[in-house]
Nanobody, 114 residues
Framework: HVQLVESGGGLVQPGGSLRLSCAAS????????MGWFRQIPDKEREGVAG???????SYADSVKGRFTISRDNAENTLYLQLNSLKTEDTAMYYC?????????WGQGTQVTVS
């Protein structure tokens, strides 16, 4: 059973950058589709970015050109580089692992842009 632990969130000014990390244990992430979601209170979770086992990536239109998802299989860690941050990027960010329809979630890390 995989455990996902996010870190790297914080308070940043508009236009700033952050790098989120998701450390995985209990399973190797390189074989799976991994992703980042975000959620604002009272709103549904929104898919932000995903990376397949072959390295192909996808992004929500709202973050294309600003966010970059990557993985380090040797470190068993998923990353999300957030650049040119906007106030509307404020949310709790969650790391996910998808395996044949089953999704594991981390506990989240808060990003506040203000």
């Amino acid at each position: 059973h995989v455990q996902l632990v996010e870190s790297g969130g914080g308070l940043v000014q508009p236009g700033g950058s952050l790098r989120l990390s998701c450390a995985a244990s209990g399973d190797t992430i390189g074989r799976y589709c991994m992703g980042w979601f975000r959620q604002i209170p009272d709103k549904e979770r929104e898919g932000v970015a995903g990376i397949e086992s072959d390295g192909s990536t996808s992004y929500a239109d709202s973050v294309k050109g600003r966010f970059t998802i990557s993985r380090d299989n040797a470190e068993n860690t998923l990353y999300l580089q957030l650049n040119s941050l906007k106030t509307e990027d404020t949310a709790m960010y969650y790391c996910t692992k998808s395996d044949d329809g089953a999704v594991n979630w981390g506990q989240g890390t808060q990003v506040t842009v203000s």
